[in-house]
Structure formats: structure tokens, C-alpha cells
């Protein structure tokens, strides 16, 4: 009787057949870190809800995101998602849109009502927390989410810090602003206006806090030094920021120019257009390429009938008339200066040249350290006075919400280990998932879901938010995309491909193990698994 080729056999059927002796080298799964976890400032978990929304669990999705950060309808607005850049999807067609996925969660849980859960427990400990901005809110919900009492004195009379007095409302509409900082109040965080601390440790003293997270935003606009005539009209960019906040806007005229490169410069410009400036010019001293802005911050503007000067610098502001002379960049990229002079009509100039920190609370504290008009701090987030912590703009670090948020998480992780008398371990140390792991054979071509953007007519006259959300079915699509990048999400291709029924389904949720008496160690599924969550090592004995 004739034989067939091949008799498939299943696992352990025969104690003959045990294969795993010919093996060199065996598979093993692992966890690596996907690339858009790695690159979040705030350290969210974003694979790990991206996996919940694609399944159209939208509140466990959120409620996976809003452990490292409470503000994902903020973020999904204000962020500038570095997680995209960093993103696989995107050497395969386009990153994924975890912004808009983040900001179609946060608007749900706004439109549901979700709220944060208690704290499981009262530590009986009291921590100040200084500024409600975005670093001092994360610290605080953070603190709380571990159950310590948290206090947050604000000098303001909001909360929100620069997310309300520095990002206009264009970009992050007020009211999700207040009903994200609504759900952290409801926990039971207090929040003291008008209560600036102008000496920390008679504050600490009087109340009896037992740690502190200093978050003290950047309100204080760093000025240049500009020949003015008394009729001038010059303004800070904080100021002019600031005041849209209240009931008297500011004056700015009909011909308005700001000074300086930064995202600030292009939100003062956008926000001249809208109060009806005819002219809204930038001067800038270097080329577009080397703009801190973002690009497609200045996109919009000049979208908005924005215009840049690039390579100019003001030399003089008169009643009326600015004098600017044109720069050129040297070998190093500098900017120098031309001799060429011209003259620029305009009725206000505002100065967005960056913004310091007032340190004058810190006055007397023994063992810190200033540096650059900022507070050094440890890899714990704490200033050389201990208990004493410190975050946000207050520290030497990029800023901006994400940074901020990511600090006040940290921070909060470590002075709930100084109030314990412990430390605080460190995270397990993954590979990264980099796109060479991966097996892109197996993903359909999806392109990305573009977000809706007001036109620019209503753009230009009005202060109704730009770019727009997603709807539930595109969100669900977005999720979908995600290509799951380190981490098995259960396709049963390793279960399909192997030649040796070695690979062992434990159940949903579960993943799979291998059986190592009948693996010959071929590689097979290693090499056909998407998302590189088998590596091959080498047999040590």
C-alpha cells in the first residue's frame, strides 16, 4: 500500500516523533515596546486603548487612557502627537490618527458624563500643589488616583494655567477645558483661587503639607531691547493671550505686528485676524525651515491671510511705523545683520519672544538649585530640598502640554514613594518594536481618515474651534488601523504556519505557548508573525 507524502500528526500523538532534539535555535514570544508608547512625553498606554476602541469598547478605552492622562479631549486638540511621527504605519502608508482617536474618546466621555472612581484608599497625607495648569492638574489627579489629600493653590482666578490663558480658544474650546478639570475637582481635589504662594515654606508650615509639586507656569514674557517712541503701542504676546480671557479685548488696531517665531507669535497673529486686524505680520529673523513653529501651525496661518517676514529683525517702533532691517543667515545659520533698512505700517506691536517662570516663591528654601531661570531636579522629579518636587515650566524640559502632563504623572509616582518611605521602581525595559520587526505582507492598505477643518472665511471671523472630530465610524476605522506593533493580538498565523503542530492556543485573551518536545526550531513563525512578537534565540545547552 502506497504512503502519502506527508502524515500530519497531532501534538503528542506519538512519543516516537519528539522533534525538539534537532533544534539549534527555539521561538520565544515577547512584549515590545510599540514605537508610538515609547515617543508619548506623558507616557500613555496607547496601543493598550487603541486595542479597546477598535473593538468599540469606547469606555474602556477610555478609561485604559485616562490612567496616565485625564485630559485626552484637551490633548486630543492641543497635542502635537510626536506618538504619529514615531508611528510604523507610517513607512506603510500614513501613521495612525492617534490624535483624533484620543479626541473622539475624550469628547465621548464629555458627551456620557464618564467620571474618574474614587481613590481605594485615604493615606492620611497632604500634598500642596502649586499652579492648575496641565502639570499641577496631572500631579494633583494623579496624587489623588493613590489616595493623599491634594490642595492646589492657583494665583489665577480658572483653572487650566497656559492650556486657558496661553492656547486661544480656536484651538481648545473652553468648555472642554473646564469639564475635564471638572472630573478632578469631583475626586476631591481643592482647588484655591487667587492664592499666589510668594513663600513656600510658610505655606507648607501653615497648613501642614507634608510634600509639594511646584508647577508654576511661564507668565512672564521675556522682553528685547527696541528703541520706542512714546506713541508706540507695544505689548507682550502673554498679555494680549491673557486678556482675550476677560470682557475688555484688547486694542490692537487694524495693522498688527508680532515679533518672534515661536507658537505663540502664530496664535497672537491668528488671533489679530479674528479681531478684525486687516494686517497680521510676522517678523522673523531666520527662514521658515528654522521657525520653531510648527508647520502646520503656519500653514493655517497663512491660510488665514497671515503674512511673515522672514529674515527681518525690528530695529525701531514709532507711532505708526515700525523700522525693520533685513537679516541674512551666515555658514552656522545665524542671523546677521544688513545695513538694509525698510519701514513697516502698524498700529500695535506684540512681543512673543518666550516666557520666564517667577521663582520669587522659592525665595529662602534651602538646598535647591536655579539654573537658567529654572529648578533642577533629580530623576524623580524632586528639587535638592526634599519633599519638595517640581514640574512643567518650572523645570529644564520642552514646553508644552504633553511634557507637562507627563511630569506631573512622574512627579506624583515618586512623592507618593518619598511619603511612603519607599522608592519608586522603575518600568521594565522593553525592545522597541521597529518597523524591520514587522511583517507587513499580511496588512491591507488603509489610508487615513482626514479631520474636518472650518473654512477659512468663518476662520478668519470668528473664534469657533478650526479642526473638527471624528465620527464614531471613522474613529472605529482609525483604531483599526493600528498595526499592533511588539505585541501579540491573537491572528492564529503561528497556530496556522507551523510545520510541526508546536504551537499550543490557550484560549482568547490568552495568546499561545510553545511545545518545545516537537518544535524543530524552524523559524517559520517567527518569520510570518505581523506585529514581531517571536524572536528566535539561540539553544543554550
Not at 520706542?228 to 495693522?255: I, N, T
Not at 527662514?287 to 502646520?296: G, I, L, N, V
Request: aromatic letters at 8%.
Amino acid at each position: 500500500m502506497q504512503k502519502p507524502f506527508a502524515i500530519t500528526l497531532d501534538v503528542g500523538s506519538s512519543l516516537a516523533n519528539k522533534t525538539g532534539s534537532w533544534r539549534s535555535q527555539r521561538p520565544v514570544y515577547v512584549d515590545r515596546l510599540p514605537p508610538c508608547n515609547h515617543q508619548c512625553p506623558a507616557g500613555e498606554d496607547i496601543q493598550g486603548w487603541l486595542f479597546h476602541a477598535e473593538a468599540g469598547h469606547y469606555e474602556a478605552a477610555w478609561r485604559h487612557l485616562v490612567r496616565d492622562n485625564p485630559f485626552p479631549a484637551i490633548m486630543g486638540r492641543v497635542c502635537y502627537h510626536a506618538c504619529e511621527t514615531a508611528c510604523n504605519r507610517g513607512q506603510l502608508d500614513a501613521p495612525v490618527g492617534i490624535n483624533s482617536v484620543e479626541r473622539f474618546l475624550g469628547d465621548e466621555a464629555l458627551k456620557h458624563g464618564w467620571q474618574f472612581g474614587p481613590p481605594a484608599s485615604d493615606s492620611g497625607r497632604h500634598v500642596l500643589v502649586v499652579g492648575a495648569g496641565p502639570s499641577g492638574l496631572s500631579a494633583a489627579y494623579q496624587l489623588r488616583r493613590l489616595g493623599h489629600r491634594v490642595t492646589i493653590f492657583e494665583a489665577g482666578p480658572l483653572p487650566g494655567g497656559m492650556m486657558r490663558f496661553g492656547i486661544p480658544k480656536y484651538r481648545l474650546p473652553r468648555d472642554v477645558l473646564d469639564g475635564e478639570v471638572a472630573r478632578i475637582v469631583a475626586m476631591g481635589v481643592d482647588i484655591r483661587y487667587a492664592s499666589k504662594v510668594s513663600d513656600l515654606q510658610a505655606t507648607m508650615k501653615a497648613e501642614g503639607f507634608d510634600a509639594a509639586f511646584l508647577a508654576v507656569g511661564a507668565h512672564i514674557a521675556k522682553r528685547a531691547y527696541i528703541p520706542a517712541g512714546d506713541s508706540a503701542h507695544v505689548l507682550d504676546a502673554v498679555s494680549v493671550l491673557r486678556s482675550m480671557e476677560g470682557e475688555d479685548k484688547p486694542m490692537l488696531g487694524r495693522r498688527v505686528v508680532v515679533y518672534g517665531g515661536g507658537n505663540t507669535a502664530i496664535d497672537v497673529a491668528r488671533t489679530a485676524k479674528r479681531l478684525g486686524a486687516t494686517d497680521a505680520i510676522i517678523v522673523y529673523r531666520r527662514t521658515r525651515e528654522r521657525m520653531p513653529a510648527h508647520d502646520f501651525e503656519v500653514e493655517e496661518a497663512l491660510q488665514e491671510g497671515v503674512m511673515i517676514k522672514w529674515l527681518s529683525t525690528i530695529k525701531q517702533a514709532d507711532a505708526g511705523e515700525l523700522t525693520v532691517e533685513k537679516m541674512v543667515l551666515d555658514e552656522k545659520g545665524h542671523p546677521q545683520p544688513t545695513g538694509e533698512f525698510e519701514t513697516l505700517a502698524a498700529d500695535s506691536l506684540v512681543l512673543a519672544l518666550g516666557q520666564d517662570v517667577d521663582l520669587s516663591l522659592l525665595d529662602g528654601v534651602p538646598g535647591l538649585q536655579l539654573k537658567d531661570g529654572v529648578v533642577q531636579v533629580d530623576s524623580r522629579m524632586m528639587t535638592g530640598h526634599p519633599g519638595i518636587f517640581a514640574g512643567g515650566d518650572m523645570v529644564p524640559a520642552e514646553r508644552n502640554v504633553t511634557v507637562a502632563v507627563g511630569h506631573g504623572k512622574k512627579a506624583a509616582r515618586h512623592i507618593d514613594a518619598w511619603l511612603r518611605g519607599s522608592v519608586a521602581a522603575d518600568a521594565d525595559k522593553h525592545d522597541v518594536a521597529t518597523f524591520d520587526k514587522l511583517n507587513t505582507w499580511y496588512y491591507s492598505d488603509a489610508p487615513p481618515t482626514l479631520r474636518p477643518m472650518l473654512d477659512v472665511l468663518r476662520r478668519q471671523t470668528s473664534f469657533d474651534e478650526v479642526q473638527g472630530g471624528l465620527d464614531e465610524t471613522n474613529a472605529l476605522f482609525e483604531a483599526r488601523r493600528c498595526l499592533s506593533c511588539g505585541n501579540c493580538f491573537e491572528c492564529d498565523n503561528c497556530y496556522g504556519v507551523c510545520p510541526d503542530n508546536a504551537v499550543i492556543k490557550l484560549g482568547p485573551g490568552k495568546r499561545f505557548e510553545f511545545n518545545y518536545d516537537y518544535c524543530k526550531g524552524c523559524g517559520i513563525c517567527a518569520a510570518e508573525c505581523p506585529c514581531g512578537a517571536i524572536q528566535m534565540e539561540a539553544e543554550t545547552s
